[in-house]
């Protein structure tokens, strides 16, 4: 038994050294990616109806982080002030925070979720909290509709 | 077999096992817990923030206003990137952290993130984050566990053991995670 258990505790060092000394290249993440084509973000923004189902992949700076759990990226799209979110399942993928102003390319399939009311009021309520903008909600009177990619994968440009 | 020889053969592996599981299981319960609170706070990053003001720079197009904002903000650290969020919004991407600008007020907000040392790496850990090859570690682990758990019911004889006060705990160990799936599931 103590030959078992020293094998043991020798296999579990060596792959934790390997782990350790895992390569430095471009960070895959999930699946990675492997789409044929990578699209504008702005195209995907701009008709968003169309891609709704489909696996897509795009590419630019990530420019925000879910803070707790590391379970979405925002993109910056090819368009000022425009960004499309990546959504990953809690878990199976994990975005550090040293990926903000990374390029990153991701996939995964475009979605659409219609808010009640409710969540709208609540989705605009935050965003006014992060832009540190005053928020009625007496001026919200239409549901809203979230895109975002349901993230399968990405690949972070190694810098 | 015997059940004299298998008690040993129990208390063996049990014990073999429990001495290598040590730091394993520290790591996931001490992440665990870390994890478990992650709406309550950052658990892997120490995050800092400043507030400052610079002359606000303008609404003007991105190209003229960018090296405007960074010669007002005389950063010395190397940026990554920069992107216009909005019309009066400028981020600026620096290793371990960032710079939000607004553009009309000239309001600056530097935030930071530093890795918290050794809880990010069980973490990273405890959640698998990197994948293969931790997944085969977590595996042959998980593996010890069951190991040491059916191991464990046979150890002690007698009204201490299976048939006496630890078949009580044993049962409760066993009642505590249906009662909370049934009436969670109740609740929807």
């Known amino acids: 038994m103590r030959y078992v258990s020293a094998l043991l505790v020798s296999v579990l060092i060596l792959l934790v050294a390997g782990f350790a000394m895992a390569d430095e290249g471009d960070k895959v993440y999930g699946e990675g990616v492997s789409a044929p084509d990578t699209m504008l973000v702005s195209d995907l923004m701009a008709n968003p109806e169309a891609y709704i189902g489909k696996t897509v992949r795009v590419k630019g700076t990530a420019v925000g982080v879910c803070e707790h759990r590391g379970c979405w990226i925002s993109i910056a799209s090819d368009t000022e002030g425009e960004t499309v979110r990546v959504k990953v399942k809690d878990g199976v993928i994990v975005f550090p925070a040293e990926i903000m102003g990374d390029m990153v390319v991701a996939e995964g399939v475009w979605t659409a979720n219609e808010l009640t009311m409710e969540q709208t009021k609540k989705v605009c309520a935050a965003q006014a909290k992060e832009d540190g903008k005053e928020f009625d909600e007496k001026e919200v009177s239409t549901c809203m509709t979230l895109y975002q990619i349901s993230g399968t994968g990405a690949v972070v440009a190694s810098k | ?188």
């Open chain 2, 1 to 188: 077999m015997e059940m004299r020889t298998f008690r040993k053969w129990c208390r063996t592996f049990h014990r073999e096992l429990g001495f290598l599981a040590v730091g394993l299981t520290l790591v996931y319960a001490v992440s665990g817990i870390a994890v478990n609170h992650a709406h309550h706070w950052d658990a892997n990053y120490e995050r800092t923030l400043e507030r400052y003001s610079i002359e606000p720079p303008g609404t003007g197009p991105t190209a003229e206003i960018g090296p405007v904002i960074m010669e007002r903000l005389a950063i010395t650290a190397p940026v990554k990137s920069t992107w216009r969020a909005g019309e009066a919004e400028f981020q600026i991407f620096l290793e371990g952290g960032g710079i939000d600008v607004n553009l009309v007020t000239g309001e600056v907000v530097r935030h930071g993130f530093a890795k918290r040392p050794l809880l990010f790496d069980l973490n990273f850990m405890h959640l698998n984050s990197g994948k293969a090859p931790w997944t085969g570690i977590a595996d042959v682990y998980g593996g010890m566990l069951i190991v040491m758990a059916l191991t464990g019911i046979f150890l002690v004889r007698g009204r201490k053991g299976l048939t006496g006060r630890g078949g009580v705990l044993m049962a409760l160990g066993f009642l505590l995670p249906i009662v909370f799936a049934v009436v969670s599931r109740g609740g929807g």
